[in-house]
């Protein structure tokens, strides 16, 4: 029975480690979504800023410290101190805590769609890149046979002295150069894989199927211009909506610094971001300081606003200006292929007729092909990795997640 | 004393936000205004601000509507006192208008509006799920209101 037990289990381990996944381009973003780990951790901290509110309520209620009231029968003047525990929502600073947690969840969630769209971009590209290696083999391959058919050319006409023994073993170091290559990007192609499944949150005992995409048809798409697209790029930014919410709560650390004579809160903060600006417990000459630091702290976060502004700009423009140039320029890639395929199918005819060319022409046509097909291919998949950072720049398609208060308000009862 | 003072402190942040609020419905009107103002032209950095600050408007009035129960009652009980049939023509926009504005939205296959223009309708639906059966039914007593809210998928029949 033990046997048995043991070969069930070694059959099942062995189909699990073989199991092969078909991925698609469109479920990688599901994927990430669902299973990438830092996704995955990041989403706890927005449950973590989502529940701190939830405490800064519960917070302003009344609750009971045993060792207060046993304080009350000697001193009935500590009856003002127990202000804090029986009517907590009397301190205005509690209210001002609760606010200022409300904006710092707003933040954290802008902070986790940013996050995500970089995993969910990263996965995408990754995968690109990865089925253009693919496709790079391809064509390696192609090379290769190119080669090898010269080769036996070659072979015969040295047999029959025709021509040098050197060319020979020109050629076949040749091949042996085009086999290393192969080598080589079957490596990095492996490579690719692996670290699509961890993006994906897929265990790395299983092998990710990449299904092949449809390249769009260039000669089809405008050139789009930087003016139409700068505004959603700045408006939708979650880097920028972040600062946006912090600065926002900074007015409520004033207002803190302000009501401190009432009490401190004894609600914390979900953020650390403000916790180098001091507030005193109670009303004493500090209070200028802590509103002058809070100002400073206002300046900080504009400057980081305003940098942010620019990357976000100057990335936009670098993706706007690849984009149209890919546009511009693709007819001329499809002409060099179409050339390079034409100028050698013309040399090798006249080489099977028994034609007086030279060897090393027919590989330099070869290697004009392949540079050729490379460079066409590599075009067309740069211009759809330039489209997709587009879209994660405006956050369109696959990256189109809500910004926080909207998300809340869409959510709210629908 | 010091309990005193902290009531009335109280009391005149909760009214402040209010009006806030308020503010921000009113302002709803002339924010539409220059909406209409774009239909017509294309669409440009200036526009697309115009845009913006339309529909963030609306969303922003939402969510201080949804964010905080106080408020929802708030309305409530004021509802009547200043609701009038014009407050729907003068705060929404027309399924026509807001279709011209999504198809200007779209260019090369791509969206590059704010993302509250896109989401216009849910936006609109979440506002009219916190509405009790009566205001509702003073809302759709106007019938271009209810024909407009319909088209917009606002409201159901």
Known sequence: MKIYIYIITIVLTSLASAQEIDVSLDDVAQKVRESNFTVLENAQRVYQAKETINFSKRNLLPRLNF???????????????????IAPFLVPNNWFRLSQNKLFYLAQKEQYRALWANEVMTAKLLYLNALRDRDFLRILKVQESQVDELLSIVKSRVILGGERAQIL????????????????????????????????GVPSEKEL???????????????????TFVFRALDNAPEINQYKYIKDSLRFVRREAYF?????????????????IPVQDGLGFGMGSSLRIAGSESKILEINMNATKEVIKKNLYN???????????????????KYSQENFKLIKGQLVLGGSIDPLEVLTSIESVFDSSISLTNYEYEAVTTMEKIKRSIFNDDYSKKESKLHLVIKGRN | MKILIIILITLTFSSCRYGVTYSGLSELKEKKEKVETTLNSDLNIESQKILRDYFKGVKEVVYDLSSNSSMQSYMHRKFFRYFSQQMCADSV?????????????????????????????????????????????ALKKDESCKKNLLALGAINE
């Open chain 1, 67 to 85: 060792w207060n009231v046993l304080k009350l029968p000697f001193d009935w003047l500590s009856s003002v101190d127990i202000v804090q525990d």
């Open chain 1, 169 to 200: 073993k020109f050629f076949e170091i040749r091949k042996l150069e085009i086999q290393d290559d192969i080598r080589s990007l079957s490596t990095i192609f492996f490579d690719e894989k692996k670290a699509l499944s961890f993006l994906m």
């Open chain 1, 209 to 227: 199927k990449l299904v092949d995409i449809e390249l769009p048809s260039l000669e089809d798409l405008s050139e789009i211009s930087f003016d």
């Open chain 1, 260 to 276: 401190s004579f009432l009490g401190a809160s004894s609600t914390s903060r979900s953020s650390s971001v403000f916790n180098n």
């Open chain 1, 319 to 337: 993706l706007v200006n690849n984009y149209n140039s890919y546009l511009k320029n693709i007819e001329g890639q499809k002409n060099r292929n």
């Open chain 2, 93 to 137: 926009l027309s399924k026509k208008q807001y279709d011209t504005i999504m198809s200007k939205c779209n260019v090369s296959g791509f969206y590059i509006c704010s993302e509250e223009v896109r989401s216009y309708s849910a936006i609109l639906r979440t506002a009219a799920s916190y509405l009790t059966g009566s205001e509702l039914s």
